[in-house]
């Protein structure tokens, strides 16, 4: 069946909550505690975000999801997540993409993003035209785009 792409509902709220709390515990372990204790900051970030937040569906299950924000004149991508077994079918690269057009869309003429220098995640990135700026906060590479 085909990838469905649609803006997120409340119900995924679940799903999108287990995509973060995996992402935390692979990549930021030590830092669970804190992401959790503000939880509420980043419920409000959703919320705000919320016509921002895109969900990806394949073979009828939430299969992924991404959000992006206003970033003075960036559009930044704040996550992007593919179920662990729906990955390397090309979900993630498709939310990127559409990300990178709805922004455009919006008059955001330059993407960005942030990514743990030892996520393959980074990858993705420069295969679809990004490019490292260098080291930002907590160690995290940047990479910028034009949309
Ligand atoms: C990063 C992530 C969203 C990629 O989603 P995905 O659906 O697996 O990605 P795609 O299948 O569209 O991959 C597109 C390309 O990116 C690269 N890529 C993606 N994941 C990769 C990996 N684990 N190792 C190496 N290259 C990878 C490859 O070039 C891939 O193309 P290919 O499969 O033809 O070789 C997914 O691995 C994920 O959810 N990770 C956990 C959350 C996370 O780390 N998010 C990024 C935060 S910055």
Request: aromatic share 10%.
């Amino acid at each position: 069946m085909a990838l469905i792409l649609r803006q997120a509902c409340v119900a995924d709220i679940p799903s999108i909550y287990r995509g973060e709390q995996d992402y935390i515990r692979r990549w930021e372990p030590d830092h669970e505690d804190a992401w959790r204790l503000q939880l509420e900051r980043h419920l409000t970030r959703w919320v705000e975000n919320f016509d921002r937040l895109t969900v990806a569906i394949k073979d009828n299950q939430f299969a992924g999801y991404s959000l992006w924000v206003p970033e003075q004149d960036c559009a930044e991508l704040c996550t992007i997540n593919v179920s662990q077994i729906c990955r390397r079918n090309g979900i993630g690269r498709t939310l990127l993409d559409a990300y990178a057009a709805t922004a455009k869309q919006r008059g955001f003429t330059r993407l960005s993003l942030s990514v743990h220098p030892d996520n393959p995640a980074g990858l993705m990135y420069e295969r679809a035209g990004f490019i490292c700026m260098g080291t930002g906060s907590h160690g995290y590479l940047r990479y910028e785009r034009p949309s």
